[in-house]
Nanobody, 125 residues
Framework: QVRLVESGGGSVQAGGSLRLTCAASEYIASNYCWVWFRQAPGEEREGIAA????????YIADSVKGRFTISRDFDKDTLVLQMNRLQTDHTAMYYC??????????????????WGQGTQVTVSS
């Protein structure tokens, strides 16, 4: 399994922005999905953004549409989550994951077998 390492989390005031990155230990195949999940205390892990490696097609959950974007940095071969206009309810641990799926990328926890350790995002009012 590929090893994934997230970075970029931190504390920010509401309305601010953060850029999360996820680095992979090895090449992720074109028939894989690369995904961001988040988990707030006491809540289930929620898929929020995904990219299908082979085509670059992206999928954004309604809960973050218009605020978050997902992209792949080909130079650094990392997955990027740009988070803008953050709100206090965006406070959570953010994880990246990868898995062998067909399009569209279903953002369900059980579909993914490689996970990072997570990076904490805290948004204060």
């Amino acid at each position: 399994q590929v090893r994934l390492v997230e970075s970029g989390g931190g504390s920010v005031q509401a309305g601010g922005s953060l850029r999360l990155t996820c680095a992979a230990s090895e090449y992720i195949a074109s028939n894989y999905c690369w995904v961001w999940f988040r988990q707030a205390p006491g809540e289930e892990r929620e898929g929020i953004a995904a990219i299908y490696i082979g085509t670059g097609n992206t999928y954004i959950a309604d809960s973050v549409k218009g605020r978050f974007t997902i992209s792949r940095d080909f130079d650094k071969d990392t997955l990027v989550l740009q988070m803008n206009r953050l709100q206090t309810d965006h406070t959570a641990m953010y994880y990246c994951a990868s898995g062998f799926l067909h399009q569209p990328c279903e953002m369900k926890v059980e579909k993914y077998d490689s996970w990072g350790q997570g990076t904490q995002v805290t948004v204060s009012s």
